[in-house]
């Protein structure tokens, strides 16, 4: 069983700054892309950011300049450092990641896996 447990989030004034973290946990073989992704109240989930076992970075337009994300592999853990938010940036944040887990017959597969999700309140 694999499990992705995230922390940080809550409430912010705009203008200020939070963190998240998430950590990937279980019987992993390798973790290639690890992300995080936001849904907003009546809106769809969205990507905020991705990075890559390289640490090939992607961010959201929205979010470019003022988020960073970064990972540690030796603790299979991802961050999201959120600076300079607004109340557009309200939302339930959640971190996944495709990671490789061992299967049967000695054959491994990669699988998506995503985190329950923490709440980011910026208030005006």
């Known amino acids: 069983q694999v499990q992705l447990v995230e922390s940080g989030g809550g409430l912010v004034q705009a203008g200020g700054s939070l963190s998240l973290s998430c950590a990937a946990s279980?019987?992993?073989?390798?973790?290639?892309?690890m992300g995080w992704y936001r849904q907003a109240p009546g809106k769809q989930r969205e990507l905020v950011a991705r990075?890559?076992?390289?640490?090939?970075?992607n961010y959201a337009g929205s979010v470019k300049g003022r988020f960073t994300i970064s990972r540690d592999n030796a603790k299979n853990t991802v961050y999201l450092q959120m600076n300079s938010l607004t109340p557009e940036d309200t939302a339930v944040y959640y971190c996944?990641?495709?990671?490789?887990?061992?299967?049967?017959?000695?054959?491994?597969?990669?699988?998506?896996?995503w985190g329950q999700g923490t709440q980011v309140t910026v208030s005006s």
């Open positions: 279980g019987n992993i073989v390798s973790i290639n892309v």
């Open positions: 990075i890559t076992s390289g640490g090939s970075e």
């Open positions: 996944n990641a495709d990671i490789t887990v061992p299967g049967t017959g000695g054959l491994s597969y990669e699988a998506r896996y």
